[in-house]
C-alpha cells in the first residue's frame, strides 16, 4: 500500500513558478510509476505529467510542455513536478497518483482510471 502526500501548492501570478511535492509513505515506491493530474471546478480530472517507475520516461500534457518538469527522488520516496510560467488556465487542484510499474518502463498510463493511489490534492491558483 502507497499513502501519498503533496504539498507545494498555493496563490501565484501568472508567469511565475511553483514546485509541487508528493510524499510517499509504504515500501516499494521505486516500483510505481508517478504521475501528476489536475482538476479544475466543473472539469474533468486531465492527466498533467508521469514519469516511470525506473526514471527514464517521463510524459506531459502537451500544454505543459516546456514549463513544467517532474521528476523523482526514489531515495526519498518523493516526487515532484517543477511548474514555471504559468498561466491562468493551469489553475486546478493537483492530484499525485501511483501505479504499479510495468515491466516494459515506458509504459505509463495517463487515464486517471488506471491509478490506484492517490493524493488529498493541493490547490494551485494563478491569478491574472
Known amino acids: 500500500q502507497v499513502q501519498l502526500v503533496e504539498s507545494g501548492g498555493g496563490l501565484v501570478r501568472a508567469g511565475g513558478s511553483l514546485r509541487l511535492s508528493c510524499a510517499a509513505s509504504g515500501r516499494a515506491f521505486s516500483t510505481y510509476n508517478m504521475a501528476w493530474f489536475r482538476q479544475a471546478p466543473g472539469k474533468e480530472r486531465e492527466f498533467v505529467a508521469a514519469?516511470?517507475?525506473?526514471?527514464?520516461?517521463?510524459y506531459y500534457l502537451d500544454s505543459v510542455k516546456g514549463r513544467f518538469t517532474i521528476s523523482r527522488d526514489n531515495a526519498k520516496n518523493t516526487v515532484y513536478v517543477q511548474m514555471n510560467s504559468l498561466k491562468f488556465e493551469d489553475t486546478a487542484v493537483y492530484y499525485c497518483?501511483?501505479?504499479?510499474?510495468?515491466?516494459?518502463?515506458?509504459?505509463?498510463?495517463?487515464?486517471?482510471?488506471?491509478?490506484?493511489?492517490w493524493g488529498q490534492g493541493t490547490q494551485v491558483t494563478v491569478s491574472s
Open positions: 497518483a501511483a501505479e504499479k510499474g510495468r515491466a516494459i518502463a515506458s509504459i505509463v498510463d495517463h487515464a486517471p482510471t488506471s491509478y490506484d493511489h
Open positions: 514519469i516511470s517507475w525506473r526514471g527514464g520516461y517521463t
